[in-house]
């Protein structure tokens, strides 16, 4: 399906200037095809009236723990006005989401939305579907298409769904730390799906278990579910609000409730998210565009750095946490992580990465016979590279898409082994030829290396290797597992010591001021932190502990010292001298 790619087209976008103010306002629109409104829509301003304070329970362990059944409705806050290893050797997406309200199939479409977004994570996969006002959920270690069969799915009836795809940064790889998480507290249950990585996660965690609080997993996410948990608003938008203002980092998230959808991007707009329509109005929230196309569903927007979108059946609601969001979206969405065919950040993967290879060719020529791929990322970009040059594109390397992550070595060791289980030398296309092979970046350089000599080994003449990316220095603490700085190999070594540690007869990166020239300007808008070791949010206590560590060290921090600005004046009102009531988190 084509998707839309026109300047962002909903009303929200014609009707209001964005961001909006950090005011009290929210703006609710219908489920109806997006439109440019005949006039302008009401703008009404919510009070919270309603004031509960909430602790968690501590008194029991989790698993005895029963959520209170009461059930409060959010409360008509706003007057609804209608209108429109070695293969390792690569950083690593944390995780996609995928969100879908009004379809009678959501689960069903949240399990092929998830195939589409498998690339983001392959460790596990969950879905918690709506039926009846009570969370059903299943989730499982593996592929998407191993958790996950006709009667898993038949135990996920109702038309509103999230759907997660893993792969860990923030807490160990086990079936406990599979999403989406399901909580309950004393107004009802919520589910979570998250992508992303909160960087003062260990903070908050050692201060809300200080409290009293109890967690179940290692993951940052349930961070996020303990404190909507005990914010003191009563309805549901102002707790997740107040969730958000209290982590830093980077989080596309979708939420789900008895009768709401949410999806939440944070100021930076680190980490994707999309929305998109099907043609029955169902709406539905993804990572990428790519997931939207599988499912029919057409492409309308991004949610904005710093939005909270809210889909009920009264129509879409849209608030911004913050006046002036800062986005530093990720680069190696398009460098890396993303497929070529999605659209991320208003711009087609696929036109990027052919234009990096371009760019290749322009600044770092060579002569050479042919030009072949490290698959399947570095394809595209050897085609911009092959056409740029003049010279013929072929498959020189062959991927197998059936090794596992697990496999048996013979007894007598055979050099590169993993790597040629892998990735297999086409003799006919190598032999003789002076080659460059076009990768999307180079981490550890371990495989690189073994590269060079799998294609000298297959009778290369010589071989070039290009870059479509800048030399990694820098870790990532953004939602993407990268080495230390330590192990990055550019951050230890200069270009030339580089080639001679592959073994390549030449090596190019791509020039970080080219990427951004591409990019327009100084490309402001995204975030280039592991080229430049230049942090957009400080990574704080994870200089101390890598991702995926655990260990409380005490580590102290005002968590009320959160800049830029956002909304206190729907956080902090009426909620001071508040008698505080007992609540229960269950995850």
């Not at 302008?40 to 959520?67: A, G, L, M, Y």
């Not at 197998?400 to 060791?413: A, C, D, L, M, N």
């Not at 289980?421 to 092979?437: D, F, I, Y």
Request: aromatic share 8%.
């Amino acid at each position: 399906m084509a998707n839309n790619l026109s300047p962002l087209s909903s009303p929200l976008s014609k009707s209001t200037s964005f961001p909006l103010t950090p005011s009290q306002t929210v703006h609710y629109f219908s489920p109806k095809p997006l439109q440019k409104p005949s006039s302008p829509p009401k703008v009404s301003t919510f009070n919270n009236t309603q004031r509960t304070s909430f602790t968690v329970c501590s008194k029991n362990p989790i698993s005895d723990i029963v959520s209170a059944k009461q059930s409060y409705p959010d409360g008509a806050f706003v007057d609804y006005v209608a209108a429109q290893d070695d293969d390792d050797d690569k950083p690593r997406e944390e995780c996609g989401v995928v969100g879908i309200y009004g379809d009678s199939e959501a689960s069903r479409l949240c399990y092929l939305a998830l195939h589409a977004l498998q690339h983001r994570g392959q460790e596990g996969a969950g879905i918690v579907s709506v039926s009846n006002n009570v969370l059903q959920s299943v989730t499982g270690v593996g592929l998407v298409s191993e958790v996950f069969n006709e009667s898993k799915l038949d135990q996920l009836p109702g038309d509103s769904a999230i759907g997660h795809v893993r792969y860990s940064t923030a807490g160990a790889s086990m079936l406990k730390n599979v999403q989406p998480f399901v909580a309950g507290y004393r107004f009802g249950s919520v589910g979570v799906a998250h992508n992303g990585n909160l960087v003062n996660y260990q903070a908050l965690r050692a201060k809300l278990e200080d409290n009293g609080s109890i967690f179940n997993t290692s993951s940052d996410t349930e961070v996020v579910l303990h404190l909507i948990a005990i914010s003191k608003h009563r309805p549901f938008i102002l707790r997740i609000v107040d969730a958000c203002e209290q982590v830093e980092g980077a989080y596309s998230m979708v939420f789900v409730t008895k009768d709401k959808l949410v999806a939440v991007r944070d100021p930076h707009g680190f980490r994707p998210l999309v929305m998109g329509r099907r043609s029955n109005g169902a709406v539905v929230f993804a990572s990428e565009t790519c997931a939207l196309d599988l499912i029919e569903a057409t492409y309308e927007r991004e949610v904005f750095p710093g939005e909270v979108v809210v889909v009920d059946k009264e129509g879409i609601q849209s608030l911004c946490l913050m006046s002036h969001p800062r986005p530093k979206q990720c680069i190696f969405e398009h460098i890396y992580f993303a497929l070529p065919n999605s659209v991320v950040f208003g711009r087609s993967v696929y036109e990027s990465r052919r234009t990096f290879g371009e760019i290749l060719a322009t600044e770092a020529p060579v002569d050479c016979d042919v030009v072949i791929a490290v698959p399947d990322s570095g394809v595209v970009a050897a085609l911009g590279y092959a056409a740029k040059a003049g010279v013929p594109f072929q498959q020189g390397l062959i991927r197998s898409h059936y090794v596992g992550r697990t496999f048996i070595e013979p007894s007598q060791k055979i050099r590169d082994f993993g790597v040629k289980l892998k990735l297999s030398p086409v003799r006919a296309v190598l032999e003789g030829k002076r080659v460059v092979v076009v990768d999307d970046s180079i981490v550890r350089g371990t495989t690189s290396s073994k590269i060079v000599r799998l294609l000298k080994e297959a009778g290369a003449k010589e071989v070039h290797m290009r870059i479509a990316s800048p030399p990694i220095i820098g870790s990532c603490y953004y939602g993407v597992d990268t080495p230390s700085s330590e192990e990055l190999i550019s951050n230890r070594m200069s270009v030339e010591e580089i080639r001679e540690f592959i073994g390549s007869d030449s090596l190019a990166f791509l020039p970080i001021d080219s990427l951004q020239k591409l990019l327009g300007g100084d490309s402001p808008n995204f975030c280039y932190a592991c080229f430049s070791g230049k942090y957009p949010v400080e990574p704080r206590e994870l200089k101390v502990k890598r991702i995926g560590d655990f260990v409380d060290d005490g580590l102290n921090g005002s968590l009320e010292s959160i800049d830029g600005g956002w909304i206190q004046a729907n956080l902090n009102q009426k909620d001071k001298d508040v008698e505080c009531e007992d609540s229960v988190l269950q995850v």
